[in-house]
């Protein structure tokens, strides 16, 4: 074998090596998230995660979108902002009334309104969070669109690294 050849495999080999994979018996859940911005501008995100339970909040923030909070020592914490829509942190009920971020649970039989705080909710594999910042013609009251957890999270194909190996 060529020394071109073998400098390759040993690059490969190395770069196989740096690509993250969880611990050892670690089993990854995952959680989905539906975010509408607007009244035709919606995001999903789906988020894994090595605990067996993580918050509303937790999801919220390893989404990856931007989000702003404030917390009120009497009432906790306030999600005023996602995505750069909302509010900043500084001014969390700038456009109250009526404008504020309603947060969602999803069913099996749909959305409904969550009765407790993202920092209170558990989520766990399969769950499905949504989040509404009523504009135009779309309240607060107009649930998420009607996602499931399949369709924001796809089961995932393992990646598998082929590397032909040829030997004179």
């Known amino acids: 074998m060529g020394i071109v050849w073998r400098i390759l495999i040993i690059v490969l080999l190395a770069v196989a ?22 009244l035709d501008e919606v995001v999903t995100r789906c988020v894994a995660f090595g605990e067996e339970r993580i918050s509303g909040a937790t999801l919220l923030a390893r989404s990856g979108l931007a989000v702003a909070t404030s917390t009120d020592p009497s009432y906790g914490a306030f999600v005023c902002g996602i995505a750069g829509v909302g509010c900043p ?9 009526p404008s504020y971020w309603h947060y969602w649970l999803r069913q099996p039989d749909g959305w409904r309104s969550s009765p407790v705080g ?3 909710r558990t989520l766990s594999d399969g769950d499905v969070d949504g989040w ?7 309240d607060g009251s107009v649930p998420p669109p009607a996602l499931t957890f399949e369709q924001i999270c796809p089961t995932e194909r393992p990646w598998r690294l082929w590397l032909p190996l040829l030997v004179r």
């Open 89 to 97: 942190a500084d001014n969390c009920l700038c456009a109250y009334p």
């Open 118 to 120: 993202a920092s209170t």
């Open 17 to 38: 090596a740096t690509l993250p994979r969880p611990a050892a018996g670690t089993t990854m859940q995952r959680a989905g998230l539906v975010v509408r911005l607007g």
């Open 132 to 138: 509404v910042w009523p504009t135009g013609d779309v």
